[in-house]
C-alpha cells in the first residue's frame, strides 16, 4: 500500500498477515494503515512479513503467532 488509508475500528479483531499461508503487507508512501485491534503477523502454518518502508502504521500492538513472522523496518 503506498497511498490512501485503510481503518479497522473493530477492538476485538486483529488484523493478520499470513493466517494460513503466505501474506505480505508493505506500507510506504504516504499510506495510512490504522487497526485499534492490533497487528498479528502469521498464525500457526502460515508466513507472514510486514514491511514499513513510510507511511504511517497506528496499532497497539504487533505480534507473531505460531509461523514464520518477519518484521522489517526501513
Given at each position: 500500500?503506498s497511498?490512501?488509508s485503510?481503518?479497522?475500528?473493530?477492538?476485538?479483531?486483529?488484523l493478520?498477515?499470513?493466517e494460513?499461508?503466505?501474506?505480505?503487507?508493505?506500507?510506504?508512501?504516504?499510506?495510512?494503515?490504522?487497526?485499534?485491534?492490533?497487528?498479528?503477523?502469521?498464525?500457526?502454518?502460515?508466513?507472514?512479513?510486514?514491511?514499513?518502508?513510510?507511511?504511517t502504521?497506528?496499532t497497539?500492538?504487533?505480534?507473531?503467532?505460531?509461523g514464520?513472522?518477519?518484521?522489517n523496518?526501513?
Amino acid at each position: 500500500m503506498s497511498g490512501g488509508s485503510f481503518t479497522q475500528t473493530g477492538t476485538t479483531n486483529r488484523l493478520i498477515i499470513g493466517e494460513n499461508g503466505t501474506g505480505v503487507l508493505t506500507i510506504s508512501g504516504t499510506a495510512a494503515v490504522e487497526n485499534v485491534g492490533g497487528t498479528r503477523i502469521s498464525m500457526a502454518g502460515g508466513v507472514g512479513t510486514l514491511n514499513l518502508r513510510g507511511g504511517t502504521l497506528t496499532t497497539p500492538f504487533i505480534e507473531g503467532s505460531g509461523g514464520v513472522s518477519l518484521l522489517n523496518l526501513n
